[in-house]
């Protein structure tokens, strides 16, 4: 950030009074710009014991395999994001279970929640940011392709409530 | 958003390039600036049956009361905001043992994370953003003088938990 987005001017890096961090603040304006961290949706979508992965198309981590996931827009709930990821990525409409796991990437400023979900029906499509996809046993699961660290680690929390049934609680990432 | 915070100059709306939504876009610069919901992390703090609110300082919602919550800072973890900020507000320890919810407010675009907490020790006391604070017994708990609506969600749900031991998925909210 060098401009203030409200005035147009440069901005400083000053410390607010009561504020306990620097932030960038307008140096026309005095706006206070404080940068957040951002979230990110997704969902393991399973179908009788099969669980669906989308080839990606786009960077990063072009041609990995990971779970329709992405970044919450302003006006949906973390539910309605996660859908709509799903929806884009993969032509598909779920049924949302449960909270899997809260992921944590700190170094680049993103809280991930991942659902457990269902496919309303099996039938799903490639959407634009999507090379091809596929439903994977368990056994199938391209561990060694997968996209993110996140990815591995939401499927393997997944495999272990394989055979759960009943409320469980999400994992809480690193 | 009035001025690209990357070029300084206006910003127009609209649509990138295999974009669903229209975007803010530098007009000198052409980089497209996402506006994302928020994280605000809390925690419900209990000790021996007592539960910690404060009493809210500043607006929104001066002088009502609170449970230990606000944004989450880039560089920490959700659980680590959560802990900041009790210290912040309640200059309190406590070791998080759960996660009790989430809760969406999509009309301000925030995303609420409350975790079960314990308070290591006993000894708390007023921050700069805090009037006074008090442990509570649940038959004491100020339910028509509480600031927002998810501190009344996240009090039931712990409430309903009382006694409960063991794991429990999380509360998912609006």
Redo the contacts between chains.
Sequence with gaps: ???????????ELKRPA?D??ERHVGSACDKI???????VVGAVCGSQDQELLCHRAIEPRAGFWAVPAG?????????EGARRETR?EACAQIEIM??LG?Y?V?RI?Q?Q?FYRARLVSPKVAAG?ETLELDLFEWAAIPWDELAFPSVRWVLQRALELRDHTG????A?G?
Aim: hydrophobic content about 35%.
């Design positions: 950030m060098r401009f203030c987005s409200a005035c147009g001017a440069p901005v009561g306990t961090l710009h404080s940068r957040s961290p951002k979230v970044y919450l827009e302003l006006g949906e709930s973390t539910e884009e449960s909270l809260i944590n700190v400023g809280v929640l634009l409320p469980h609680p999400p809480l690193p």
